[in-house]
Nanobody, 117 residues
Framework: QVQLVESGGGLVQAGGSLRLSCAAS????????MGWYRQTPGQQRELVAL???????NYADSVKGRFTISRDNAKNTVYLQMNSLKFEDTAVYYC???????????WGQGTQVTVSS
């Protein structure tokens, strides 16, 4: 059974930083595509950042240069370092894991990030 547990969310002032973590179990983490998505009320869930098994990354335009995704295969954990946070980054952030890009994959329970202006 695949489980993803996110942590690290919270309240931060604009311009501040947070680091999200997602610990995975029940899956071959090292070969999976790992991703961070976010969702605000009434909006669709959107991709924030992806990292493949060989370390290739992809970012939403809105976070390029501010957010960094990384993974530690020894710890089965993926991270999202978020710097220069903006009010519009406020959302519930979800971790996702999948083997192939066309899959929906598995989701964590989400962690709230609130940026005060």
């Amino acid at each position: 059974q695949v489980q993803l547990v996110e942590s690290g969310g919270g309240l931060v002032q604009a311009g501040g930083s947070l680091r999200l973590s997602c610990a995975a179990s029940g899956t071959r983490f090292s070969i999976n595509i790992m991703g961070w998505y976010r969702q605000t009320p009434g909006q669709q869930r959107e991709l924030v950042a992806l990292i493949t098994s060989n370390g290739n990354t992809n970012y939403a335009d809105s976070v390029k240069g501010r957010f960094t995704i990384s993974r530690d295969n020894a710890k089965n954990t993926v991270y999202l370092q978020m710097n220069s946070l903006k009010f519009e980054d406020t959302a519930v952030y979800y971790c996702n894991t999948k083997k192939f890009t066309w899959e929906s994959g598995y989701w964590g329970q989400g962690t709230q990030v609130t940026v005060s202006s």
